[in-house]
Nanobody, 115 residues
Framework: QVQLVESGGGLVQPGGSLRLSCVAS????????MGWYRQSPEKQRELVAN???????NYADDVKGRFSISRDTVGNTVYLQMNSLKPEDTAVYYC?????????WGQGTQVTVSS
């Protein structure tokens, strides 16, 4: 059974950086896409960034130029480097790995940007 485990969240001051990681276990099959979503009390869950199996990346407009998504060569770990963090980036961040017809989710990691 596929399990996703996230790490790297925490409290950071505005302008700071964090790096999130998400590791998949219980499978050796590739994923068609890997990504990060976030959800805050004021908003519905939204896509932050994803990376397709082809290597193509997509970003939400408000994180372009600040966040960077990458993956390891094995294809079971995805990272989200977050720079120039803003208070409005505060949310629970979830990783999502996709196969045709299936979407796997991590448990979420809290990111709080505050002085």
């Amino acid at each position: 059974q596929v399990q996703l485990v996230e790490s790297g969240g925490g409290l950071v001051q505005p302008g700071g950086s964090l790096r999130l990681s998400c590791v998949a276990s219980g499978t050796t099959l590739p994923f068609s896409a890997m990504g990060w979503y976030r959800q805050s009390p004021e908003k519905q869950r939204e896509l932050v960034a994803n990376i397709l199996r082809t290597g193509v990346t997509n970003y939400a407009d408000d994180v372009k130029g600040r966040f960077s998504i990458s993956r390891d060569t094995v294809g079971n770990t995805v990272y989200l480097q977050m720079n120039s963090l803003k208070p409005e980036d505060t949310a629970v961040y979830y990783c999502s790995f996709v196969r045709p017809g299936r979407n796997f989710w991590g448990q979420g990691t809290q990111v709080t940007v505050s002085s």
